[in-house]
């Protein structure tokens, strides 16, 4: 066993603890130059939604109809993301989990990582949508929390924008995901043709 296939066994026997997982997932959608332009889109399309909600009659019944929308995607991408993920495991050989095993940069821990952080991102998103949709079914439709409406309504503008911020950022990191596992199975495929390859040159031999 080489160094770094023993380096590489020995990060995914790791023992990390729970709460420090849940907290890295969101490590997942930082701000890096690769994304900032689109996280700067994204901002700007998520204050102009904020604004076309926080400042209309039915804020209420609106907002709910888009978290119940949020609810069904988010749950289903989730559902895809698992079993895409499945059948990527059930499909590689021993033989391709070992020569991965290899990599100087562990492209095992990392598809891992990437796929434990992106579950969680979306179980937040499920998480905090169903605590929505629960208080936005009790609070009355005339219900302000502060006695002025226009700071309530810059209130609920700002709470708007951080919530369709994050809820697109996460459809967006669905993309990476889906690159990420297109890169592997590109990979794998590579293998199995020069295995196959080289099977078929001893048999001309």
């Known amino acids: 066993m080489s160094d770094i296939q023993e380096q590489n066994i020995d990060q995914l026997l790791e023992n990390v603890g729970s709460k ?15 994304n900032v332009v689109l996280y700067a889109i994204v901002l700007l399309l998520s204050i102009f939604l904020a604004y076309l909600f926080a400042f209309d009659i039915n804020t209420k019944e609106k907002f709910i109809m888009v978290v119940e929308k949020f609810i069904e995607v988010e749950t289903a991408f989730i559902a895809v993301v698992f079993g895409a993920y499945a059948l990527f495991q059930a499909m590689v050989s021993d033989e391709f989990l070992e020569l991965m095993s290899k990599t100087e940069n562990n492209m095992l821990k990392i598809s891992n990582k990437s796929f434990l952080n992106l579950i969680l991102l979306y179980l937040y998103a499920i998480i905090v949508n169903l605590f929505l949709w629960l208080i936005l079914n009790v609070i009355e439709d005339n219900y ?7 700071w309530d309504n810059i209130i609920c ?3 708007i924008g951080i919530y369709f911020s994050y809820s697109i950022i996460i459809l967006c990191e669905l993309k990476n995901f889906a690159i990420n596992l297109y890169k592997m199975f590109n990979t ?4 199995k043709v020069i295995l196959t390859r080289e099977k078929g040159d001893d048999l001309d031999i």
């Open 144 to 150: 302000l929390l502060l006695s002025n409406i226009m």
């Open 157 to 159: 503008l700002i709470g």
């Open 188 to 191: 794998y495929n590579a293998y």
């Open 20 to 34: 420090k997982l849940e907290w890295e997932a969101f490590f997942e959608i930082k701000v890096t130059k690769k």
